[in-house]
């Protein structure tokens, strides 16, 4: 079975970093994009970086700067550095991938479980 599992969340001062890593499992034989994506209290889950297989990045506008996502395709992992978090930074972190190929039809859309962040002022 394949899964998406985050960690690395958890409650930093404003101006912090944390590091979250999401690591795929099962009998996988590759990964296209990569994703993070997040949602705050009462908000909707909102894009905050994708890398491409072959590295290419995408940012939303609130993160740029500040953010790094990354990925290690051997290890099936993908990584989001977050420095200069801001209060309003706190959500739900949730990994994607928009597409996994497996033995048999490729599976689409996939997600964690997601690891809360909470940054204090």
């Not at 039809?105 to 002022?121: A, E, H, I, K, M």
Request: proline fraction near 2%; glycine fraction near 12%; aromatic fraction near 8%.
């Amino acid at each position: 079975q394949v899964q998406l599992v985050e960690s690395g969340g958890g409650l930093v001062q404003a101006g912090g970093s944390l590091r979250l890593s999401c690591a795929a499992s099962g009998n996988i034989l590759g990964i296209n994009v990569m994703g993070w994506y997040r949602q705050a209290l009462g908000r909707q889950r909102e894009l905050v970086a994708t890398i491409a297989s072959d590295g290419a990045t995408n940012y939303a506008d609130t993160v740029k700067g500040r953010f790094t996502i990354s990925r290690d395709n051997a290890k099936k992992t993908v990584y989001l550095q977050m420095n200069s978090l801001k209060p309003e930074d706190t959500a739900v972190y949730f990994c994607n991938a928009d597409r996994i190929w497996v033995v048999g039809p490729p599976l689409r859309d996939v997600w964690g479980q997601g690891t809360r962040v909470t940054v204090s002022s």
